[in-house]
């Protein structure tokens, strides 16, 4: 079975300081790796993947994230932190191993709070 | 159409009775997913097309739950004898066909169910 542990509910950051939301995942063979946003009343919003080659990806609005599979983590990072960024983050999970279709899982999701 | 559309968007209902939530996918993807957000947790899986047939049903709760797609594009997700417990915000995505576990959903805004 896969998983995805958020372990912080809630990251608060000042307004042009680095924010991280913390991911660890759990899959039978190699993790295919998403990170989506939610905003109030919207929909999810793909932000990034990690599917293979460069542990660093770059997404959309700044942000990207690091895969280390030796901790199977995959942190969201952004530098310099927006008010806007407000929104609530999850990380998704599929499992590699299967060449067609897998199931992708879902954290529970940590709500960032930028403060101006 | 430029997104995926889901209606309605609120539905409230009482305890017992029967509901449709309805998803029109992005033109041209054959795979669509539905997904149940309860407050407070991230999505879960529960059904998944690729073209008219379900796929993979594994995360249907009970079998008061049903979903069809009858002509690969829109689906229909039918809740019978409806509980509070169903009251969430049922999400619905589409990609294109699921061949790479690579592939990103694109999910729609949503439809909140509460049952009273």
């Known amino acids: 079975a896969q998983s995805v542990a958020q372990p912080e509910d809630q990251v608060n950051v000042a307004e042009g300081n680095p924010l991280t939301v913390k991911c660890t995942y759990s899959?039978?063979?190699?993790?295919?790796l998403f990170w989506y946003v939610q905003y109030p009343n919207r929909g999810l919003q793909f932000l990034l993947k990690?599917?293979?080659?460069?542990?660093l990806v770059k997404g959309s609005y700044g942000f990207e994230a690091e895969f280390n599979k030796s901790q199977t983590s995959f942190h969201l990072k952004k530098p310099s932190a927006l008010v806007s960024d407000s929104a609530l983050y999850f990380c998704?999970?599929?499992?590699?191993?299967?060449?067609?279709?897998?199931?992708?899982?879902f954290g529970k999701g940590t709500m960032l709070l930028v403060s101006p | 159409g430029a997104g995926v559309s889901q209606t309605p968007s609120n539905k409230v209902t009482e305890k017992g009775k029967y509901v449709e939530l309805r998803c029109d996918p992005i033109?041209?993807?054959?795979?669509l997913y539905w997904y149940r957000q309860s407050l407070g947790q991230g999505p879960e899986f529960l059904i998944y097309?690729?073209?008219?047939?379900?796929?993979?049903d594994s995360g249907l709760p009970n079998d008061r739950f049903f979903a069809v797609r009858p002509e690969g594009s829109v689906s229909t997700l039918k809740i019978q004898r409806t509980e509070r417990g169903d009251s969430a915000v049922y999400l619905c995505?589409?990609?294109?066909?699921?061949?790479?576990?690579?592939?990103?959903?694109?999910f729609g805004a949503g439809s909140r169910l509460t049952v009273l």
């Open positions: 995505a589409s990609s294109p066909p699921a061949t790479s576990g690579a592939n990103v959903l694109t």
């Open positions: 899959v039978s063979g190699n993790p295919y």
């Open positions: 990690y599917i293979t080659g460069d542990n």
């Open positions: 998704a999970v599929r499992d590699a191993y299967y060449s067609g279709y897998s199931t992708l899982t």
């Open positions: 033109s041209g993807h054959t795979a």
């Open positions: 097309f690729q073209g008219t047939g379900a796929a993979d």
